[in-house]
């Protein structure tokens, strides 16, 4: 990569998948009902609203700013803070992993689980990568670097997704806390994961 196109990499405005604006808005119909959907989009800027409601498709990018614009107005509809944000990660996860890719989830480990999530990050963000930096009998703790523009619910939407991967990877109890970092506009972050 060139010095120029390295400096323009690195100066672009982070991303994230629409994919995940669908998968979001889907779990929170789920969770709390179409009418909460509507008011979480009312808050939004018409131009915010209209974006995410026209414009985004599943497999484009669009600008991290505008996920955390719909998580602060989810949280604010909702009066719920973090509980709402780690179960519309959980519900998500739940609806994005169907048919061939749960029953590999099914068969592979708790352990395994975590590793092919965190070879799916990618997959939604074109900023930052996660690396498991230490693995043991019904624990993990991951280290998220680089991850720019991230903000504390996005933080808190990895944890609940976390969680519910393990579960669909078999784990019982999976609970996860944030150990180092996670907060707003904050490009690390640790979270540490356990069960039983």
Do not use: Q
């Not at 179409?34 to 990018?61: H, K, M, P, Q, Y």
Request: positive net charge; charged residues 25%.
């Amino acid at each position: 990569m060139s010095e120029t196109t390295r400096s323009a990499a690195t100066t672009s405005t982070p991303k994230v998948k629409g994919v995940a604006f669908r998968s979001v808005l889907a779990a929170l119909e789920e969770l709390r009902g179409r009418a909460v959907v509507e008011r979480v989009l009312g808050r939004l800027s018409a131009d915010d609203r209209s974006s995410i409601e026209f414009r985004v498709v599943n497999t484009g990018w669009y600008p991290i700013e505008l996920y955390r614009a719909l998580f602060a107005a989810i949280v604010v509809e909702t009066g719920e803070g973090e509980a709402i944000v780690r179960a519309i990660g959980a519900a998500a996860v739940r609806r994005d992993v169907t048919g061939v890719y749960r029953l590999m989830f099914k068969i592979l480990s708790p352990e395994s689980v975590l590793a092919l999530a965190s070879k799916l990050f990618g997959f939604y963000y074109d900023t930052g990568a996660v690396t498991i930096v230490e693995r043991r009998a019904r624990y993990a703790r991951s280290e998220y670097k680089g991850c720019r523009g991230f903000g504390e619910h996005m933080w808190l939407e990895l944890l609940g997704s976390s969680e519910e991967m393990l579960r669909i990877g078999g784990a019982s109890n999976a609970r996860g806390r944030i150990v180092r970092g996670g907060s707003d506009l904050e490009s690390t972050c640790v979270i540490e994961v356990s069960w039983d």
